[in-house]
């Protein structure tokens, strides 16, 4: 599968995603040892069964690439508007450099709405932040929305339409999905969210409009 570079429109910034949060609220493991999961001391702690915890071991799944696993810590509600194996896929093709990158700090910047963890990551040179929302099921932590995923889904789209259409390039209607499947993850929680097999449908729709175009 070839991976497009995403246009700036397709990408979601890391400032927008924490300013974005605030709308987020209005809808709503087996570990390595300690030294590599937890912050080194003085840059916060992750307590046993707190939201940071739950966010690290998140992160630890996506630097092993342990897809299915990481698939399964997503909200059902996620899973099924967006699909368990196209987040697999979306994610795999997001990869970057970051998964190999080494866990600084993960702290909670508030506790107002839902639960958002941060996870700072150092990476050939440069800190990057990794932002988690969380809830509750029951006694296990879900990721509601991250980073990760929302960067990688523009990019994973584009790519499929891309690859249906026989371009070597993705076309307007190609980012233009890109960017209405990052707008789908973000409303999931919305009042009004959106369900059921929304990145095919999406892909499907710009692949129709690539081939009609003259």
């Excluded at 399964?72 to 967006?82: F, I, K, N, T």
């Excluded at 919305?190 to 999406?202: D, M, Q």
Aim: glycine fraction near 10%; aromatic fraction near 6%; include cysteine.
């Amino acid at each position: 599968m070839r991976a497009f570079a995403a246009t700036r429109t397709a990408r979601v910034g890391i400032a927008g995603l924490l300013c974005g949060l605030a709308f987020l609220a209005a809808g709503c493991s087996g570990s390595d040892e300690q030294a590599s999961r937890s912050p080194q001391p003085g840059k916060g702690e992750a307590a046993p069964g707190s939201p940071e915890e739950a966010a690290l071991d998140f992160f630890r799944l996506y630097q092993t690439s342990s897809w299915p696993v990481l698939a399964g810590g997503y909200d059902r509600r996620v899973v099924r508007a967006l699909g368990a194996r196209s987040m697999m896929d979306a994610l795999v093709v997001g990869v970057g450099a970051v998964q190999k990158g080494t866990v600084r700090k993960v702290q909670t910047p508030w506790t107002a709405g839902p639960t958002v963890v941060t996870v700072t990551v150092r990476a050939q040179g440069k800190d990057s932040t990794v932002v988690y929302v969380l809830a509750r099921s029951g006694e296990t932590w879900r990721i509601r929305y991250d980073s990760l995923l929302a960067e990688a889904l523009p990019i994973y789209v584009q790519t499929e339409v891309s690859e249906r259409t026989g371009q070597v390039e993705p076309s307007e209607a190609a980012v233009r999905a890109g960017a209405e499947a990052a707008s789908v993850y973000r409303s999931l929680f919305s009042p009004k969210p959106r369900t059921g097999g929304a990145l095919e449908r999406i892909v499907e729709s710009a692949r129709t409009d690539s081939t009609a175009a003259p």
